[in-house]
Structure formats: C-alpha cells, structure tokens
C-alpha cells in the first residue's frame, strides 16, 4: 500500500466520523449528576478504522504482524500516536458500531436493475475441532455446503453487475439460502432480475420476489422442466460466476474468514472491515454491460 491510497482511506473515514460523532452527540442524554468523562484517546477512532481496513489491503494475513512489524516501522509519519498492540486490540472495540454503520451507508453500491445472490461459508475453526472450539460456542453452528461439511458461519450476498455489494446478512451455518427472513431483508432495495444458483430453486421464493417487483432467475437442475426464459437471461446466468469472485476476494484478498479469533466482537470487526476493504479495492470483478430498458421494459444490453 502506498501513503496516497492510506490518505484517501482516511479522509473517507474521518469525514464519515464528524457527521456520526455530531449525530450522536445530539442523541446522547445529559448527565444528571452533571459529571461526564470525556477524556481524548491517542488514537482517534477515524484512525482505528483506518488501520484496521488499510490491514485488509495489505495481503497480510496476521495483524499483529501487519500493525507491529510493517504499519509500526513503514507508516509511523502517517500514525505518530500509535499505541501498543495489545492497547490497540483493546479498545477496537468500540469502533464497532460506526464501522458498521460506514459499511452500510458508504461502503455499498447501488441497484442498477441486474443483481445477483450467493452465499459463502465463513468458518471459524477446521470441522474436525467444532467440539473443541470455545470462543464460537453457542454461536457457530455446523453446516453444509458443495464443499463439504463446516463450522461457523453464512455470509449471504447481493451484488450488482459491477460487482459492488449491495446488501449482506450474516446467519449461522445451518440457515437455508431460501429463508424468508434472510432474502427479504437482502432484496428490502433490490429491483429488475435478481440471478442465483440451484439453491434459490423455490416457487414459494420466486412469487414472494415477483410480488415485490424482482425477477428471480436461477439454473435449473436436470430432473426439471426447461423454462422459457428470454436469451439475456441466459447470457446473465452464465455470467453468475461474477460473485463467485467476489466471495474469492473477500476470503483471499480482503482475509474476512481466519481460525484465530479470540471473541466474538474481534470476528465481527474482523468481517465488517473486510467488507469496507472490498469497496476500497481499486479493480473489482464486474461485467463490461450497460442495462437499459426498451419501450415494453424490458432489459437490455449494451456493452
């Protein structure tokens, strides 16, 4: 990473931290004992997001090696309060609310009327060790994908042609992709064809979608009765391999799945900054296409 790309990162979380800060401090309710600690940390929480993304660009895969070894001796300029590791692990904590909160009103792209669903695993111990693991328990749950048996958890996903994320859930590994609860939520500002895989294969699903204006659009198995679908639609499901991509960049690029996690606020801040180090990637997986609509409505491609 170079300085400009860490001063861009910045100046995106700072401006985001004085409009946060300022709309909390209007919610915050008076002391009535008229006594409030308001004490500065050295560290200010702009900075602290900005470190913990900037590790998720760096194709470091320990962060106690990425912020001793390379963001102590390569960027102090930029950071000239840098605590130690073990203080900076402490109070990460309570930058988890507004990294939250910057990854669902910054971080994500918009509709553009051609999406499409996945979900991935998120493991957090090997199988073998799911009786052993302790600082998942009574979270993680064990479940199964095409790759076999895990434990932890399922990102689920949506994401535009450009292959920007539009919407994400986390459930526990069990949860079926076709969960009411989970797709509504993931489609609450998605619109046009909404494209998946064989596991959003339901009826059920696909009249719910169709009732709140989304086109459901999957690969069919081979037990099942062609569809007449147009040749767009075609063309659009054999592209769905886009956000197979983008869930390889989130795992082997932005690190959001590892087995060291020491509690379960570490792993959600773990997750929810590799998801705002996805929308600083320079290049993303995307489709060279322009959707556009006819007269009767219906999509069109343009490259």
Known sequence: M?????????????????????????????????????????????????????????????????????????????????????????????????????????????????????STTVKVCHIKREKQHQVMKGLATKGK?????????????????????????????????????????????????????RGYISQKLANYLWNDGIDLVYKLRKNMKKQNISDIDKIFLRKRALIESVNDELKNICSIEHSRHRSPVGFIINLVSGLCAYHFLPKKPSLNIQPNKNNNGQLLLAA
């Open 2 to 118: 170079n300085e400009d790309k860490i001063t861009e990162i910045f100046v995106q979380i700072d401006d985001f931290i004085q409009l946060f800060e300022a709309e909390i401090k209007q919610l915050r309710l008076e002391s009535t004992s008229g006594k409030s600690r308001n004490r500065k940390s050295r560290l200010s929480d702009s900075e602290m997001m900005t470190i913990l993304i900037c590790f998720h660009l760096s194709r470091i895969n320990d962060f106690k090696s990425f912020y001793s070894m390379y963001l102590s001796k390569h960027y102090k300029h930029l950071f000239p309060d840098l605590v130690s590791y073990e203080r900076f692990v402490q109070s990460s904590k309570r930058i988890m609310i507004p990294l939250m909160v910057f990854l669902k009103t910054n971080a994500l792209g918009a509709c553009r009327g051609i999406s499409f669903i996945d």
């Open 145 to 197: 994908s095409t790759m076999g048996w895990f434990f932890g958890f399922k990102l689920h996903l949506i994401i535009n042609d450009k292959g920007e994320i539009l919407s994400f859930y986390l459930t526990k590994a069990h949860v079926d992709d076709r969960d009411m609860k989970v797709i509504a939520s993931l489609t609450e500002n998605i619109f046009g064809k909404l494209f998946g895989d």
